[in-house]
């Protein structure tokens, strides 16, 4: 069972950066596919960003694609998201999460505790 630890978020100006790391506990490459998840006050959680169990085919939510990248250094088994040209309806929790499918479902079942990412205007 893999856990998953979130880290990097931060309080940022609108149109700035950051970048969200997701360590494993386990190798994620071949195992897991993964994703970034946000939930924001009074919304329903969504999906950001996803990776493919087999490292293809990464996978964005409109709204951020040409500003956020996931990528993975499967050396570390960490997952990153980073994110460029941060706007206020960016800001939520944000959470790592794994599934055991080829492609991450809307319900995965490892999650990780969450990071704030708050982007003030």
């Known amino acids: 069972q893999v856990q998953l630890v979130e880290s990097g978020g931060g309080l940022v100006q609108a149109g700035g950066s950051l970048r969200l790391a997701c360590a494993a506990s386990?190798?994620?490459?071949?195992?897991?596919?993964m994703g970034w998840f946000r939930q924001a006050p009074g919304k329903e959680r969504e999906i950001v960003a996803a990776?493919?169990?087999?490292?293809?085919?990464?996978w964005y939510r409109d709204s951020v694609k040409d500003r956020f990248t996931m990528t993975s250094d499967n050396a570390k088994n960490t997952v990153y998201l980073q994110m460029n040209v941060l706007k206020p309806e960016d800001a939520a929790v944000y959470y790592c999460?794994?599934?055991?499918?080829?492609?991450?479902?809307?319900?995965?079942?490892?999650w990780g505790q969450g990071t704030q990412v708050t982007v003030s205007s």
């Open positions: 999460a794994a599934d055991r499918h080829m492609v991450i479902t809307g319900q995965p079942p490892y």
């Open positions: 386990v190798r994620t490459f071949g195992v897991y596919s």
């Open positions: 990776i493919r169990r087999d490292g293809g085919n990464t």
